[in-house]
């Protein structure tokens, strides 16, 4: 602002103005911006500012013991499922179920003993990196594999016309559910063909 002034007073007086007279940094012509400066504090302060005495210090030591009981325990109960349906990945070996398309991911627990799409012969654990539902499947596919072979060849001639590897997606192995479970099932699908005993 004061260079503008100035400027004005010089003007009016009269005299003629030269680069020369002028100081660097004042002579700029009027197309040219304005370059920022900045400037950085060469000193730290010597004194750094203190909480209020009111403010705590430490760590409690005590915490509340009255927490809720109704939490639940596992993950089942956080699942809304109908009666008998599990999530795949809490089945075990040995257990005999029903597959449900409108369901997918669950399976309705059956009695070995009675009519039923699959038995479980063995969950196996994924271990590794897997970033895509890709690489997943093919892994889950490739630990049931040499299992599910071995199983179907040991049951009765036409018994045994399918299998089914069942794994989570992406999302849920990011969460920590990281079993493979490897079925042996009456046939393709769910349908009018069932496993009606369990298996040998």
């Known amino acids: 602002m ?20 002028n100081p660097p940094e004042s002579s700029q012509d009027a197309s040219s911006t304005p370059e920022p400066s900045f400037s950085f504090p060469t000193e730290l302060p010597t004194k750094l500012p203190t909480l ?12 509340p013991t009255d927490l809720p009981s109704e939490f639940p325990s596992d993950l089942e109960s956080l699942i809304p499922l109908a009666g008998d349906e599990v999530p795949y990945h809490m ?5 005999c179920f ?31 990196g897997y970033t895509t ?18 199983e179907a060849a040991e049951q009765p001639e036409g018994a045994v016309r399918g299998s ?10 990011r ?16 349908g009018p063909r069932k496993l009606t005993g369990p298996l040998t």
Do not use: M, W
Not at 106 to 113: E, V
């Open 2 to 21: 004061l260079g503008a002034v100035i400027a004005v007073v010089l003007l009016a007086s009269g005299d003629e103005v030269t680069p020369e007279q």
């Open 133 to 150: 539902d890709t690489a997943l499947r093919n892994a889950a596919s490739a630990l049931c594999r040499p299992i599910l072979k071995r």
């Open 91 to 95: 089945l075990r070996t040995g257990d």
């Open 175 to 190: 969460l920590g559910i990281d079993n493979v479970v490897c079925s042996l099932a009456a046939g393709p699908g769910s």
């Open 164 to 173: 089914l590897v069942q794994y989570p997606d992406t999302v849920g192995y």
């Open 52 to 63: 209020p005495s009111e403010f705590p210090t430490g760590l409690p030591t005590e915490f």
């Open 98 to 128: 029903d597959i449900d398309a409108a369901h997918p991911g669950q399976a309705a627990k059956r009695a070995c003993d009675g009519p039923h799409d699959a038995e479980v012969v063995e969950v196996a654990e994924l271990e590794g």
